[in-house]
């Protein structure tokens, strides 16, 4: 009897593990987790908002066709990025934005935030907070003119943490004043001025648990981020320590959409589930400085758009253990 030979050996190069999710798949599913909030904001704040939209949609979706074409490359507007940056931007500006403002935010998102590295893949910086950073810089007036919920004549009120920042505590916030009065379910469900995006933390919170379900993000970034903000603010921000309220700074601003669905973002967040722990946490801890002594009652953006900055140092003192490696 002669002895059964092995099977030959079959080297390929990486990556060995696949799957059948793309880039396109998870842009589009990304996008889809967002509609909600947005119907919520319409409901809210009118249907001006849905121009906003559309305009920030149109206007990325063209400037990338245009930087392709500039650049000789073959058009990328179907993998749904530019489409996913246009409604980040939107989402990202006040319901009564002028919409020459949110096409100039949404060209220069995806002109200077994305084009300019290279395309998808190669930016250093979250393209859409790259646009509202710019904005808040050009048209500052603009960029903090909040529109009153359910007033369709476009009545001004201060948002809860523009309350808090002209010295009110948080329970003077929820129990009201004499502009406007807040409470944790308004504050959760929407029912208060902001950005078009940020206000409902219900519709958000959906969105991203079916992104966590799919596993196309992970806790450690959002849960990091929004925890470290919860402690940090609980600790200096009342008028001692240890007093200040969590739950008004949680459910405020732009927390929310920023932690679950822009500082997660591949490219510019760390490789290393121990980095994006890190991540997590300098985004928190710049949110709650701005938030509490810097000159602008919100730190989201700058504190993404920071920490975006430090990912390659982070990437590169947090290395993944080698296949087979002992500690």
Not at 42 to 50: C, T
Not at 82 to 91: D, F, H, I, W
Not at 302 to 312: F, K
């Amino acid at each position: 009897m002669t002895e059964k030979q092995p099977a030959p050996l079959t080297v390929t190069s990486s990556p060995h593990i696949r799957s059948p999710e793309t880039t396109s798949k998870i842009m589009w599913t990304v996008f889809v987790c967002l509609i909600p909030s947005g119907l919520v904001s319409v409901y809210v704040f009118g249907f001006g908002v849905l121009g906003i939209i559309l305009t920030a949609v149109f206007a990325a979706v063209a400037t990338e066709w245009a930087c392709c074409r500039i650049q000789r490359k073959t058009p990328t507007i179907m993998d749904g990025s530019a489409v996913l940056t246009g409604l980040l931007l939107a989402y990202n500006v006040p319901p009564g934005s002028p919409l020459w403002m949110v096409f100039l935010g949404s060209f220069i998102a995806i002109a200077v935030g994305k084009a300019v590295f290279g395309g998808l893949g190669c930016n250093v910086f979250n393209p859409a907070l790259v646009g509202r950073v710019f904005l808040m810089a050009s048209f500052p007036v603009l960029m903090t003119r909040w529109q009153a919920p359910f007033k369709v004549d476009a009545v001004t009120a201060p948002t809860p943490l523009a309350i808090f920042k002209d010295g009110f505590s948080g329970t003077n916030v929820l129990a009201g004043t004499d502009l406007v009065q807040y409470s944790y379910r308004d504050l959760f469900l929407g029912l208060r001025g902001g950005c078009i995006g940020e206000a409902c933390v219900l519709a958000l919170l959906l969105g991203a648990g079916y992104l966590m379900i799919r596993k196309y993000i992970t806790w450690h970034i959002p849960l990091s981020f929004i925890g470290t903000v919860g402690v940090f603010t609980w600790i200096f921000g009342g008028k001692g320590l240890f007093g200040g309220d969590f739950l008004l700074q949680i459910f405020s601003g732009g927390l929310i959409l920023g932690a679950f669905y822009m500082a997660t973002d591949y490219v510019t967040g760390p490789m290393t589930r121990q980095g994006q722990i890190l991540f997590g946490i300098g985004c928190g801890i710049i949110t709650g400085i701005v938030r509490l002594w810097g000159g602008y009652p919100e730190g989201v953006s700058y504190s993404i758009l920071l920490m975006n900055a430090v990912t390659p140092l982070i990437d590169r003192f947090m290395v993944p253990r080698r296949f087979g490696e002992e500690r």
